[in-house]
Nanobody, 127 residues
C-alpha cells in the first residue's frame, strides 16, 4: 500500500524557517517523483515544488523560488521541503504527493499529474 506521511509543520514568525518531511512507503521510492502542494484558507490547492527521486532534478513555483528548497534522501525514502524567509501568505496545509508518470516524469505541478497524497501538515506564519 502506497503511503505518504508529512511532518514538520508548525507555527513560525514571519522571516522564520521550517523543514517539512514527506516519508514514503509501499513502492520503489526512486521510481516516482514527489511534489509538494499547499492549500491556503479559502483557496484551492496549488503546486509548490517537485523533485525527481531518480536524478534529483527539481522544479519550483515562481512564488517560492529563492526561498524554498526541495531535496530527497533516498536512503530514508523521504523528501524534504526547506522553507526559509516565510511570509504570512505561506500559511496553508502542505501536502506531498506522488507523480503518476514514474521515471518518465516531466516537471509539472498540475494536481492531475499526482495520484497518491498524504494527509497534510499545517504551516502557520504569524506577522
Amino acid at each position: 500500500e502506497v503511503q505518504l506521511v508529512e511532518s514538520g509543520g508548525g507555527l513560525v514568525q514571519a522571516g522564520g524557517s521550517l523543514r517539512l518531511s514527506c516519508a514514503a512507503s509501499g513502492y520503489t521510492f526512486d521510481d516516482y517523483a514527489i511534489g509538494w502542494f499547499r492549500r491556503a484558507p479559502g483557496k484551492g490547492r496549488e503546486g509548490v515544488s517537485a523533485i525527481s527521486t531518480s536524478d534529483g532534478s527539481t522544479y519550483y513555483a515562481d512564488f517560492v523560488k529563492g526561498r524554498f528548497t526541495i531535496s530527497s534522501d533516498n536512503a530514508k525514502n523521504t523528501v524534504y521541503l526547506q522553507m526559509n524567509s516565510l511570509k504570512p501568505e505561506d500559511t496553508a496545509i502542505y501536502y506531498c504527493a506522488r507523480n503518476v508518470y514514474g521515471r518518465s516524469w516531466y516537471p509539472t505541478l498540475s494536481l492531475y499529474d499526482y495520484d497518491f497524497w498524504g494527509q497534510g501538515t499545517q504551516v502557520t506564519v504569524s506577522s
